[in-house]
């Protein structure tokens, strides 16, 4: 659950503007349509702004208008603060319910939503602006203090070429297949090295990772598989049950993440 929100605060929204006393934030027009038709919100009332950098304020809704809005920030509420290094790779899966993973990971706590494409991704294209809308949305309703970076699709072979190699990758793979994951994750959360690397966690399409897709990962040495129990899950189910896991005994869920800045 997040932080509760200010009494007198109309909403929550991120901005691109840096933030400081007396800095002018102004909204386009469909958010300053939201503010006035939608929230009934006035000029003279409050609105909590955000853009990841630095932390929350709270802003004076000091025009609005059919056009657009104008903001001022008055006091900052919250500092930013560090947040687990995690990227969700995901394979792309139809609309609706590519929507439900960039909201629902979002909440969850991933530092970036990465699509990537593999042999039995049924997608072709990734509208990726949308996922980010949905990624803000999420951000905005959840008191969370930043927006995950939203990457453009990319083939796996040519993800794999580039990866950092300090950043470790949870596979999540066929069911019965792999180590459970909590047992995984407890084994790393005993190993320091481990627990401080940044990580993502790596699901594939409705049919599956192809099998020479699953035997090239399970060879490099940055990727561990696990799986997520006896039932087969949905892309979407999987990466989301991959990801809670992760933050209940690596991340944020235990108290002691382990931490990026958001400069």
């Not at 802003?59 to 059919?66: C, S």
């Not at 950043?167 to 180590?179: H, N």
């Not at 399970?218 to 892309?235: C, D, N, Q, S």
Request: hydrophobic share 45%; charged share 25%; with cysteine.
């Amino acid at each position: 659950m997040g932080e509760a929100r200010e009494p007198g605060v109309v909403t929550r929204l991120y901005v691109e503007e840096p933030l400081s006393p007396g800095a002018t934030v102004t909204l386009e027009r469909d958010r300053a349509h939201y503010l006035k038709n939608v929230l009934r919100a006035a000029p003279g009332q409050t609105v909590g702004l955000f853009n990841g950098r630095d932390g929350e304020w709270r802003a004076r809704i000091d025009a609005l208008a059919k056009q657009g809005a104008t903001l001022v920030a008055e006091a900052r509420r919250r500092e930013q603060m560090p947040e687990p290094d995690l990227w969700l790779v995901f394979a792309p899966i139809k609309k609706a319910r590519i929507d439900f993973i960039a909201e629902k990971a979002t909440e969850l706590g991933a530092a970036a939503l990465v699509p990537v494409m593999t042999r039995f991704t049924a997608v072709s294209r990734v509208n990726t602006e949308r996922l980010r809308a949905n990624a803000i949305e999420a951000a905005e309703q959840t008191e969370r203090l930043s927006v995950p970076a939203v990457r453009e699709p990319v083939p796996l072979a040519r993800l794999l070429a580039d990866w950092p190699p300090e950043r470790r990758i949870l596979l999540c793979a066929e069911a019965g297949a792999a180590r459970p994951i909590a047992a995984a994750l407890h084994a790393f959360a005993h190993d320091s090295q481990a627990a401080a690397a940044p990580w993502a966690v790596l699901t594939g399409p409705e049919g599956g990772f192809a099998a020479a897709e699953l035997d090239g990962l399970e060879k490099l040495p940055f990727v561990t598989a696990v799986g997520l129990g006896p039932r087969i899950l949905r892309a979407d189910t999987a990466a989301l049950a991959a990801l809670a896991c992760f933050q209940a005994i690596l991340g944020d869920g235990r108290g002691r993440p382990p931490m990026r800045d958001n400069e």
